[in-house]
Structure formats: structure tokens, C-alpha cells
């Protein structure tokens, strides 16, 4: 194969690597022109449109699934090349694009050797993106179902600049990101994208079964035709997802004194980060704190014989309402914490969160509403993704996101509570010094691992949302992403399979998983992903971390393809079948 010999000027100006150093060129496709990678200017791939159109594959929905996706791209990625991930700001945040070359690995999974392999992934509007797309043989612009536009890289390479590629090595590829500094245009995927001779691939991938997108509670609306076209869907698990309630951290302090207070945590948990001493919530008090009108005040939150209020004095806010950092309709996140904490839409429509007024449920992640003053009504903080639902916490714990430090003019958050120009919360009393809320939120379980930002995962019903505690049995708020197809029976593409292959091992699936500073120190990871029942590993007789497997699922008994639902209660594969977790 060729190799690209950089000059000495470039790669001192440029890479800062050794001037012998040399990078393995993309190669030629048959009938195509070969795509050239333009180092001197760090932006890759240039002719990225050349590449035949069943190596496009186009991924839309759950963002979770991303680093199980990029595991897998380095997996099958040629040994010596570079993978190129795209990223780009404004219009076009959450869309990426990936370039690879693939090798032997690769092609053990369906692919074709030193082809190249474009991936097109949309982690906008989370995972009702996935039904979308598959509802649609030609995806239809007007349901936002949209990727970054390859025509438009092409012709914009210099407004990308690329991380170094000083760490490659001959023995395995190497991911650098490519952030682009204008943002790019939005395209539909191509007509009636299955992967066969000259079309593309999709994969639908949701944190939760197509069903879930019937209810309006999820997104469904006439105009994108869910509540008819999601019932005849299929959804296939590949991975298991564990999500966390999240306190911030002023919260947590105060939940951590209550429960010193009455005698369920000693007294030298106070500020503790230990899995230990993690505060928690029942799952009665989960489903009343988010539920609408049903506890909007933390002086219902009783421990023994004082509450979350009395058990603090002088560290209690100025304003004690409940203040809910949460997803927008459409959010697998919040279909996942509907059906466990609601059992919506499964057998009851009432929505946990009920759009009774600006104050209470923001229609918009733009419109904040307003805190009420005698804490009559919860203020919910409707937005669009986990990244702004910890930056939410954080804002509201009295923490200034945009300059990563304690504010000193109290709560400064606007409508992604990060730097932007939406309105701000209305807060009454006004915010002022260092103010603050106490306020809890949803997201996946393997967030600020490191404890960056002030907040904190609690335990639900007396267990923290661990692996090894969720392969027991013993925590609940968990789902299985699943691959969704316009029916049970429809097959995935080459392309789309390779990778549902890739993305579906235990091994892989480990390496996504991140160990979490507050946590168990002698366990290989806290929490995060596991690979489906269906994935049982000979021999086992213990949970393995590093191959995390989770031995129930919300598929029926023979784990038949396109058979998972979440209003299904999870049990195990067969009844029969010996699986790492259960002991």
C-alpha cells in the first residue's frame, strides 16, 4: 500500500511527530477516484463522496450507542490509518461523520478490505430519531431526520482542524477529531437507504422499543405518524443501558445530613463519595418528586421524623422547590424513566411530566418558565440533551458552566444552562451572591465520572445504579438499546449488521464503560453498558466487568429478532439459561 511521506516544514509546523514518520494513505475504491488526505492542511478526507454508497451508512437515534459505534470502527479499522471523526458546531451539533479504512477484522464481519467506510451518525432530538427514519423508505426532511452533507465537506476542508495523529503506530488505527468552525449543510439520507448495489445503509438504533414512540408522552404526533407506524415496528437489543437519578451536589449534602440525622447513615458520611454513604431515593418518592402536582415542595421528603428541610438548617435554599433537570419529549432517556417509574404509556397515559403550565413543564428547551414563590408548583427544565441535563444540575448547585467555577452572582444558567442567549429561569426571590436550588435529574449512569461537575447519583430503593447491582436484579432503571426495523422481519444491511455485530460484544461494550470515582474502588467499572442476555459467556460463574453481560431482557423467550418490549417485565433468556450475575 502506499504511504504518504510528509515533509520535514509540515510535520514540524503541523504534527509536531518525527520527520520519518509516515501516515498510510486512504486507498483507491474500484471505479472511483482515489480519495486523497489533504495533511497539509489537517483537514482529511476531501473525495469523501467517492465512496460507494452501500459503504454509507447512515445512523440515527440513541447517543449512547456512539462509543460503542466508535469501539467498533476501531475494531475494524486497518491497523496504521487514521479514523477520522467530524464534528461540527450550530445546526450541526450532535451530527458526526466518520472516514475508515477497513481491514481484516472488518472484513471477519461482513466489510470489504481496504475499502473505505463512511458513517453518518445524528444524535439530534435523541431516540425518536430511530423510528423516524426506519417509518420513512425515503426519509422525509420534514420529520428532521438529517445528516451532514459529504458535498459540502468536500467543498469546506479548510474550515476543519484536526487533533494530532502523532500517537499512530503501524500496529492499530488511530480516531482523531476533526471539529469544523462553520457549520455545515443538512442533508436527507438518499432515497430508500437499505445497503444493497448502490444504495446506503441505516441503522435505527433507540434506548427503548419503537413502541414507546406510539404515546404523544414520547413524541408522537400526526405529523410524523408515529402513533400508527411505530406499533409495526421491530426492535432488536444489542446492549443494555443503565441510567441514574442525579442529585446536585448541595442536594445530595442535604440528603446525606437527613439520613445521618436519622440514623440510616453514620455520621462521618457527611460529604462522602463512596458508594457507602450515596444517599437515595425509593421508588414511591422517584415517581411523586417528577410526578405533576404530586410533590412540589422538598419539605415532602420525610426522613424518620424531620424532612430534607428541618434536617438542614442554614443550608437550605432561598426557594424550596422541586426543580427537575429533565428531556424533551422524544428522549429515550426520559421513554426509559416513563415506563419504569410510570408504567406510561404501557397501561396509564398520565404523563410524569404534564404540561399544565410554563411554570410547571416548559413546552420548549428555550422557554425556562418561572419559579413560583411560595413553592406551590415544581419547575421543570425541559432540554434536549445529557450534557445540558448535567449542566442544568450544575447551574442550578450555583456553579457557572460557561467559566467551569462556583458563581459568585448566584444562578447564572440560561436555556441550555451553559453560554448562549435564551432568557433565563425566572427565579423568585431573584438569584443573587451565591444562591442556589436543590434539583434532580435523568440521564445514563456513567456520566462525570470523575466528579467534575457538582452532582452526584443516588441509590434507588437502597442500590446504586452499579453494573454488578443491575445484573443482579437488584437496580431498576435500566434498558436495552435495540436496532429498530420498519418490521420484525426486516433484515439489515451488510453494513449495518457489521456493525450491530461489532457493537453487540461484550468486549467491546466494556471498553465504552468508564470507572467511577465515587464508586466501588475494586471494581473494574462502575456502571455504564452491558451486551444483551443473548450474549452469554461460556463458563462463566461471576459477573466479569470486562465482559459485562446482563442476563435479563425485555425480549420474549426465545430473544426472537424485533421481539423487545419495554412494557414487557424483563426476565431471563429461556428461564434456563445460566447467565454471569445472578448470584
Not at 445503509?201 to 405518524?225: H, I
Amino acid at each position: 500500500m502506499k504511504k504518504l511521506l510528509l515533509m520535514t516544514a509540515i510535520t514540524a509546523a503541523i504534527f509536531a511527530v518525527d520527520a520519518s514518520a509516515s501516515l498510510t494513505e486512504l486507498p483507491t475504491i474500484a471505479g472511483s477516484s482515489p480519495l486523497k488526505v489533504d495533511f497539509s492542511t489537517k483537514t482529511g478526507v476531501q473525495n469523501v463522496a467517492n465512496v460507494p454508497l452501500p459503504n454509507n451508512l447512515y445512523v440515527a437515534g440513541s447517543s449512547a450507542a456512539r462509543g460503542f459505534l466508535e469501539r467498533t470502527a476501531e475494531a475494524y479499522a486497518k491497523p496504521g490509518s487514521v479514523i477520522y471523526k467530524y464534528q461540527n458546531t450550530g445546526a450541526s451539533a450532535n451530527i458526526f461523520t466518520y472516514v475508515f479504512t477497513a481491514g481484516d477484522t472488518a472484513v471477519a464481519n461482513g466489510l470489504v478490505k481496504d475499502q473505505t467506510y463512511v458513517i453518518h451518525y445524528r444524535t439530534r432530538d435523541g431516540s425518536i430519531t430511530a423510528p423516524l427514519i426506519s417509518s420513512f423508505p425515503t426519509p422525509d426532511k420534514a420529520v428532521g431526520v438529517t445528516f451532514n452533507s459529504l458535498e459540502d465537506f468536500a467543498a469546506n476542508a479548510a474550515n476543519y482542524t484536526c487533533g494530532s495523529q502523532s500517537a499512530l503506530t503501524a500496529t492499530a488505527p488511530l480516531l482523531v477529531t476533526c471539529k469544523g468552525t462553520t457549520p455545515e449543510k443538512l442533508v436527507v439520507a438518499p432515497a430508500n437507504a437499505t445497503g444493497a448495489a448502490g444504495k446506503p445503509s441505516v441503522l435505527a438504533l433507540s434506548d427503548v422499543d419503537a413502541a414507546q414512540f406510539v404515546s404523544s408522552l414520547n413524541g408522537a404526533n400526526v405529523a410524523n405518524g408515529l402513533p400508527k407506524k411505530a406499533l409495526t415496528m421491530g426492535s432488536t437489543a444489542f446492549a443494555a443501558q443503565v441510567f441514574g437519578i442525579g442529585v446536585n451536589l448541595k442536594l445530595r449534602n442535604a440528603m446525606q445530613n437527613a439520613q445521618i440525622a436519622s440514623g440510616t447513615l453514620p455520621a462521618s458520611c457527611a460529604g462522602d463519595d463512596t458508594e457507602a454513604c450515596m444517599p437515595g431515593f425509593t421508588t414511591a418518592q422517584i415517581t411523586s418528586i417528577f410526578a405533576s402536582g404530586r410533590f412540589n415542595d422538598w419539605t415532602n421528603l420525610s426522613y424518620g421524623t424531620g424532612n430534607l428541610v428541618s434536617a438542614n438548617p442554614g443550608k437550605t435554599p432561598k426557594n424550596t422547590a422541586v426543580h427537575i433537570c429533565s428531556r424533551t419529549a422524544g428522549s429515550g432517556t426520559l421513554a426509559t424513566f416513563q415506563t419504569v417509574f410510570e408504567n406510561a404509556p404501557c397501561t396509564v397515559n398520565e404523563a410524569i411530566q404534564a404540561a399544565v403550565s410554563k411554570t410547571i413543564f416548559p413546552l420548549q428547551s428555550s422557554v425556562l418558565g418561572e419559579e413560583k414563590p411560595n413553592a406551590t408548583a415544581k419547575v421543570y427544565h425541559s432540554i434536549e440533551s445529557s450534557g445540558d441535563v448535567e449542566n442544568c444540575l450544575a447551574s442550578l448547585d450555583g456553579f457557572d458552566v460557561a467559566k467551569k467555577a462556583a458563581s459568585t452572582t448566584g444562578i447564572v444558567g440560561n436555556g441550555n444552562f451553559g453560554a448562549g442567549t435564551t432568557p433565563p429561569l425566572v427565579l423568585s426571590p431573584a438569584t443573587s451572591g451565591e444562591d442556589f436550588r436543590w434539583a434532580v435529574g435523568i440521564f445514563n449512569a456513567d456520566r462525570n465520572a470523575t466528579n467534575a461537575l457538582p452532582f452526584r447519583f443516588i441509590k434507588i430503593d437502597g442500590y446504586s445504579p452499579s453494573l454488578i447491582n443491575t445484573a443482579n436484579g437488584k437496580y431498576k432503571f435500566w434498558s436495552e438499546l435495540s436496532y429498530i426495523t420498519p418490521t420484525p422481519t426486516t433484515k439489515l444491511s451488510l453494513t449495518a449488521q457489521a456493525f450491530v455485530n461489532g457493537m453487540s460484544k461484550p468486549e467491546i461494550i466494556a471498553k465504552s464503560n468508564l470507572k467511577t470515582a465515587s464508586w466501588d474502588k475494586t471494581a473494574a467499572t462502575a456502571s455504564g453498558y452491558m451486551a444483551t442476555a443473548a450474549r452469554a459467556i461460556s463458563g462463566a460463574k461471576a459477573f466479569n466487568p470486562a465482559l459485562p453481560v446482563m442476563p435479563f431482557t425485555h425480549s420474549n423467550g426465545g430473544n426472537s429478532v424485533g421481539s423487545v418490549n419495554h412494557c414487557r417485565a424483563p426476565a431471563i433468556l429461556n428461564g434456563n439459561v445460566m447467565l454471569p450475575g445472578l448470584n
